[in-house]
């Protein structure tokens, strides 16, 4: 039996298990079929409850107001980088990050139309900036349309004319509609990462990360750098960093740091009292086990 199968199976049980114990529930971004679901599906299983929600900010008000245990955003891409929007939300949000989750993205391109009559194209923002080599090549000049989804451009894309969606299988089969091209992402190894949200963090194991964010005063020379070097000092190993306006004033930035480590080790609790003395503002988002094999 392959490890994908026997992973399958231990999922199911698990997820049969949990269930058993009280209701779980998992609000995820997007319709059913988005690329969040499917993401949100190989973590919990078939036996919990799952909520569709349009936008991030629904999955991060849904877990904090405690309207599901559990909330599934997408947060990077390896082709197009960083979501802001689930970024900007864990500015103001007081919910922890549980657990990290990848998924292999294939874009399909999906129609009920042929190829060359085809005059506009749906798809979430991110899908476009995955495919645009493609797009340029195939679909050179045809207007793209954004939506708060792929599986909701899939949907769109059954009653729209002379339209097609960039979606995936599992939505061709949901709605109906053809496959006219497979794989169309710029990258083979196209990745995004995703973020299971919860009311509070995953216990310490061997391999954890931990995501924070910090302001810095930036009328002071080398305060990011003297920021940074605290992890250095500590022998703590940093796996992305990232920044975002902080809408305090303009120029003025927030910066996400992810590290190597859990918030309750002490090297990583110490490193975050020395890191007080060089920043504004600090914020623990979560500790969660490192699901990357290399
Ligand atoms: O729109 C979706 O299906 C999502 O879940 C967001 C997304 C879009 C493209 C790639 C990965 C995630």
Redesign the pocket.
């Given at each position: 039996m392959s490890s994908d199968s026997l992973h399958a199976i231990y999922r199911e049980i698990m997820s049969a298990s949990t269930s058993l114990q009280g209701e779980t529930s998992v609000a995820y971004?997007?319709s059913p079929g988005?690329?969040?679901h499917q993401a949100a599906r190989e973590k919990f299983g078939d036996s919990v409850l799952y909520y569709p929600q349009t936008t991030i900010n629904d999955v991060f008000d849904s877990v904090g107001k405690g309207d599901t245990t559990y909330g599934v955003v997408?947060f990077e891409?390896s082709t197009f980088g960083s979501v802001v929007a689930t970024f900007d939300r864990f500015i103001s949000s007081k919910v922890q990050i549980f657990a990290e989750a990848y998924l292999k993205?294939n874009h399909y391109l999906l129609s009920n139309f042929k190829l060359e009559s085809i005059k506009k194209v749906y798809s979430?923002p991110?899908?476009f900036g995955?495919c645009q080599k493609w797009l340029d090549t195939h679909l050179k000049g045809v207007q793209r349309i954004d939506t708060f989804?792929?599986?909701k451009a899939a949907e769109l894309s059954t009653v729209e004319p002379a339209s097609a969606a960039i979606s995936n299988s599992i939505c061709a089969d949901l709605y109906g509609l053809n496959i006219l091209a497979k794989d169309i992402q710029d990258k083979k190894d196209n990745t995004?990462r995703f973020f299971i949200l919860s009311t509070n963090s995953s216990r310490s194991t061997e391999n954890d990360k931990t995501l924070l964010l910090f302001t810095v005063d930036h009328r002071k020379p080398g305060a990011l750098c003297d920021s940074l070097r605290v992890f250095k000092d500590h022998n703590i190993n940093l796996t992305k960093i990232d920044s975002r306006p902080s809408l305090q004033r303009p120029w003025h930035y927030v910066f996400f740091v992810e590290l190597q480590g859990h918030k309750d080790d002490d090297v990583v609790k110490k490193s975050l009292e020395d890191l007080k003395e060089f920043c504004l503002d600090l914020k623990v988002l979560g500790s969660y086990q490192n699901q990357l094999q290399d």
């Open positions: 971004f997007g988005s690329y969040t997408p891409n993205v979430h991110q899908a995955q989804s792929t599986s995004t």
